[in-house]
């Protein structure tokens, strides 16, 4: 089957469907996306979009949009948990956009899905998939009220895949931590600088920054849990609670949590990377694939790479297998040092204070430099020389 007579189904709507959805247009691979819920919403808040995501945004047509719903970032500045003290500074900015010709963006999740719908050819609403299945010359879906055939099928479908249970088995385990999600409206709060803040201390870290085009403030707190394992981003938290699990932390950090009027609290699930990401004509992609913890801020961005990626393989591969494995190889050992670097973070920003903490922070200090996130923010996934199509 030639590239110009494939035909892709997509199982999922999010950031990474969309994305993919919106890549297979424009290399002209036919295609359709088809996810369960019966409206495209957005309940995560907020996003950080790094320069290796938004590099591909930018080409499919969403820079506008992003100038006009995004925040672009000054610096990144990790701080410590008590007396506020800056521990670590990255420049952005315009210095990053020299840099890697694209800017460091935080967003409301809504709004980046609305941009990717606003680009996509269509979206099936409604469509509760049950199984999905492979032969040699096709893919299946099939859904609670029909069944769909297609050359390839993609697993978009997040941490709970449906796809993926066709490949390999789910098995996460609990990490212990729990976060807590919420929106400020600016004006509730003193003058804030457009940069993202990391607050570090013993057990917990939270994060801060502005979303819709400054008017708002997304925060992420996590606090220890072990008697809130709900794997959902819409479980409602307590704001009371959230303020006792961060007393003694410093006044910037704590008007944040007390001005919210409501919060969201997230159990964090962790999983191993997978064997593989494809089987047959089946295949992952995002969260689905490569599920992380949330302490390296790269999960969406990783899902947007996959899309670039998979669709530059899916229109230039005329064997499918050929075209899958191109695909893996050269997505699963940056997703993986990602997934790594996750976990790693799990531990190193919750350090209690000590010698070991200095230390920490004498090292983030020192990597407080553009030229140390080249192998992060400089990855191209348009251009990215691992995949030499089926002669690899």
Known sequence: MSANELRVAVLGAGIGGLTLSAA?????????????ARRLTEVGAGIQLAPNAVRVLDRLGLAEHLRSVAVRIDAIEMRRWDDGDTISRLPLGAECEREFGAAYYTAHRADLLAGLASVVPSVQLGFRCVRASSTEDRARLVF?????????????????????DQIVPDRPRFSGQSIYRGLVPADQL???????????????????????????????????????????WSATGSVPELLVAYRGWHPDLLEVLASAGSVRRWAVHDRDVIPCWSAGRLTLLGDAA??????????A????????????????????????????????????????????????????????????????????????????????????PSYQGSGT
């Open 24 to 36: 297979l247009d424009r290399v002209g691979v036919r295609h359709e996306v088809y996810e369960q």
């Open 144 to 164: 609670d009220d029909g069944v769909v055939d297609a050359g390839v099928v993609v697993g978009a479908d997040g941490i709970h895949s449906v796809v993926r």
């Open 190 to 232: 003193g003058g804030r600088r457009a940069q993202v803040e990391l607050f570090l201390g013993p057990g917990q870290h939270a994060v801060v920054y502005p979303v819709d085009g400054g008017r708002q403030f997304s925060f992420a707190a996590t606090v220890p849990a072990r008697d809130w394992a709900e794997e959902s």
């Open 290 to 299: 490569h599920p992380m913890l949330p302490f390296f801020a790269q999960g």
């Open 301 to 384: 961005n990783q899902a947007i790479e996959d899309a670039a990626v998979l669709a530059r393989c899916l229109s230039t591969e005329d064997d499918v297998a050929a075209a899958l494995r191109g695909y893996e190889a050269e997505r699963r050992p940056r997703t993986e040092r990602i997934h790594r670097t996750s976990r790693q973070n799990d531990r190193l920003l919750h350090l209690p204070d000590g010698s070991e903490q200095r230390e920490r922070d004498r090292r983030l200090a020192a990597g407080a430099r553009l030229s140390a996130q080249e192998w992060l923010y400089g990855y191209d996934a348009d251009k990215a």
